[in-house]
Structure formats: C-alpha cells, structure tokens
C-alpha cells in the first residue's frame, strides 16, 4: 500500500510540474493581444487553470490508445507558418535517453569507485589535502564547467593541441568535459562520507586488535574498514543519483549535449504530453542507473569485503 500511495503521488507531481511552465507562460509571458499593441491582457487563472486540467484529462484519456506518446516534430518554419510531422516519442528519445544513460553510468561507477579508494586515503592524510577536498566540494558543477572549458580552450591557444572538445557538434562529440562535471559533487560527496566513516572505523577496538596481530593493511581495510564503510554509501545512494539526475541538466545545456533533457528543454511550453513523457523517461532513467549501482555495490562486497 505505501508503495502505491508514493507511485500515486509521484503520478500527480509529475502531472502538475509539467503543466507548470505552460500555465507561467500563459499568465506572464504571452504577447499582446492586438499586433503592435502596447497594452496587454492576461487571460483569467481560473481560464489558464482550466486549459492545463484539460491538457491533464487529455494526457490520461489518451494513454490507452497511444494518443499520448505521439508528437508533432517541427520539420521547417517560415515567418507565418511551420511544416510538422506527427512522430511516436519512444522512437524519437531512444537515442537521447541512451546517451544519457550512458553519461551517468560511467560517470556514477568511476565516482563510486574512486570515491571509495579517495575516501580511506583522504582518512589518513594530511590536513592540506583534507583542506583541498574540501574546496573543491564547494565548486558548483555549472562553475566547473566553464572553468574546464576555459582551461581546454587556453590550452589549445597555447600549444594548438585540443585535448577534449568543449561542446557538441554535428561532427564531434564532447565525452571528456561531460563526464568529469558529472563525476565531480558525487566523487566529492563520497569522499567525504567515505573519509569520515573510515577515521570513525579506524578508531574501534577490533582494528586496533588487528593491527596488534600483525594483519596486513590492505586485508585490515578490506576485512573491516570497506565492511563497515560499504552500507553508508548504500544507504545514500538514491541521494547521489538523484543529485546527478539534477546535474543532467546543466550538463546537457552547457556541453550541448542532445540528451533526455535536451529534449525535454525543447518542448516545455509547447508540448504538455511530451513534457510528461520526458518526465517518466528521467524517472525510469534513475530506476535504471540507481538499480546498476547496487549492482556495482554487491560486487564490490563480494569482491573485498569477504570473509
């Protein structure tokens, strides 16, 4: 019963929030009436609000048919008029809601991973380099990235070589610069947990009994430290990954990547059903990303957390 009572009120958000920008534009942004007119009039809340219910109505009414998951894709505009064609969503975001995919999986598994190792070491380092984590982890990913961007174009002016590519074009892809803005505030958030559980382990009586045997390190942080570390990175995990999800955004915007949002961004005032699939497509890219990541998660216990 929990279960579907969240379903049920995630269904709700998901209908509302993309009825939103819609009903902004609609009470705030609409151009005058009359052409050449100075003065505007904003259509009654109680008018907007109805149209937006009826885009809902429209939505749920035309899921059983497929209504819903077709969209008209602008093929040319002209001044007066624009060309377009009736397209099936699921064909048109596979390709988008791929690489998407495969953005966050890379970059979720090399944060996970280095973020674990980073963490037992940082536990043990100096406060210098306690204190250069710690900058870092107050760098927004959006300042990241243009500060990469600057540093890969600085380069390139200096010595003429390119070592990634900025932004997307038809003819090159950016992978680099993507992947390192997305594998930044998790890595960094990890570390931290990572770092912070290991001093906490470090200081039980158990290890120091190990040491006192004569244990290797590497089997005491394998044995003990990563056993006892592991379930406080599972048990935020679903806060990592969502926070990537959020950072999709910008990354996609800022390196011109043709992703989900990308996608999303392009029909969100014009197209109520596509915005709702856009939507469900992220809920199910997250599924999908969270559910691998326990999986790295149950290797990594097998691997080296093993009696």
Same mark, same amino acid.
């Given at each position: 019963?929990?279960?579907?009572? &969240? ?57 059983? &048919?497929?209504?819903?998951?077709? %969209? ?30 495969? %953005? ?101 009586? %158990? ?101």
């Amino acid at each position: 019963m929990k279960h579907i009572a &969240s379903f049920f009120i995630l269904a709700v958000s998901i209908l509302v929030l993309a009825g939103l920008p819609g009903l902004l534009d609609a009470l705030f942004f609409k151009p005058p009436h009359a052409p050449g007119s100075l003065s505007r009039h904003n259509p009654p809340v109680w008018k907007v609000l109805q149209t937006q219910a009826r885009d809902v109505y429209d939505y749920l009414a035309g899921v059983p &048919s497929g209504k819903s998951f077709i %969209y008209k894709k602008k093929i040319s505009e002209t001044m007066n008029s624009q060309v377009v064609e009736p397209k099936n969503f699921f064909q048109e975001i596979l390709p988008s809601f791929i690489d998407s995919a495969l %953005y966050l999986t890379i970059a979720g598994v090399f944060s996970l991973l280095f973020g674990v190792w980073a963490g037992m070491r940082l536990a043990t380092a100096g406060e210098s380099v306690k204190n250069f984590f710690s900058f870092f982890n107050t760098v927004p990913d959006f300042i990241l990235a243009l500060l990469l961007q600057l540093a890969v174009v600085a380069i390139y002016k200096a010595t003429g070589i390119l070592i990634a590519e900025v932004a997307s074009t038809s003819l090159d892809t950016a992978i680099v610069l993507p992947l390192l803005t997305l594998f930044h505030l998790p890595f960094l958030y990890i570390v931290q947990m990572v770092s912070h559980q290991t001093n906490r382990v470090l200081r039980e009586d %158990y290890i120091l009994t190990a040491k006192s045997k004569g244990l290797k390190k590497g089997y005491i942080y394998a044995q003990h430290v990563l056993r006892n570390v592991l379930p406080f990175i599972k048990g935020d995990l679903f806060k990592i990954y969502s926070m990537m999800i959020g950072n999709l955004f910008i990354v996609e915007r800022l390196f011109n990547l043709q992703g989900i949002t990308d996608f999303l961004i392009d029909h969100v005032i014009e197209d109520y059903n596509t915005v709702v699939n856009c939507f469900w497509c992220l809920v199910l890219l997250f599924l999908l990303i969270y559910g691998f990541m326990l999986l790295v998660m149950k290797g990594l216990e097998r691997g080296f957390a093993h009696e």
